[in-house]
């Protein structure tokens, strides 16, 4: 997939990857949903923010983890 509204810059947030090049993480964004904000709450919050850049965080959070294997803690 290819994602036209993340992008990382070296020069910004230490080369976190951001929304459109906005000082607004993906992580930050990815977080909020995780937390039970709609997104209203979010585009309120951060009004620079558009509802696609919304979904592509969250795409872009799943590909970034999609081929990675996480250890469970606690499980046999």
Same mark, same amino acid.
């Given at each position: 997939?290819?994602?036209? &509204?993340?992008?990382?810059?070296?020069?910004?947030?230490?080369?976190?990857?951001?929304? &459109?090049?906005?000082?607004?993480?993906?992580?930050?964004?990815?977080?909020?949903?995780?937390?039970?904000?709609? %997104?209203?709450?979010?585009?309120?919050?951060?009004?620079?923010?558009?509802? %696609?850049?919304?979904?592509?965080?969250?795409?872009?959070?799943?590909?970034?983890?999609?081929? &990675?294997?996480?250890?469970?803690?606690?499980?046999?």
């Amino acid at each position: 997939m290819k994602f036209s &509204r993340i992008t990382v810059d070296q020069g910004k947030m230490g080369g976190v990857p951001c929304i &459109r090049g906005l000082r607004i993480p993906v992580a930050t964004v990815v977080g909020l949903v995780a937390n039970g904000l709609s %997104e209203e709450e979010i585009l309120k919050e951060y009004p620079d923010l558009e509802a %696609e850049d919304i979904r592509e965080a969250l795409y872009f959070a799943a590909a970034a983890v999609q081929e &990675r294997q996480i250890p469970l803690v606690g499980t046999k």
